[in-house]
């Protein structure tokens, strides 16, 4: 195996690692975004009942 099949092979891998990290930190993202706006709603209506 030469150097520049072995340096393709590497780079597709840390593609593969980052479009991975990318896609997790999405999802987390989106949940995050969904328990603040919950959190917000609930706290709104704490504070009208008061």
Do not use: W
């Not at 150097?3 to 990290?21: K, P």
């Amino acid at each position: 195996m030469n150097s520049l099949s072995t340096a393709l092979i590497i780079q597709i891998v840390l593609c593969v690692i980052l479009f991975g990290f990318l896609f997790y930190f999405m999802s987390k993202n989106s949940e995050l975004k969904k328990e603040i706006s919950s959190r917000t709603k609930n706290s709104t209506t704490k504070g009208s009942e008061d």
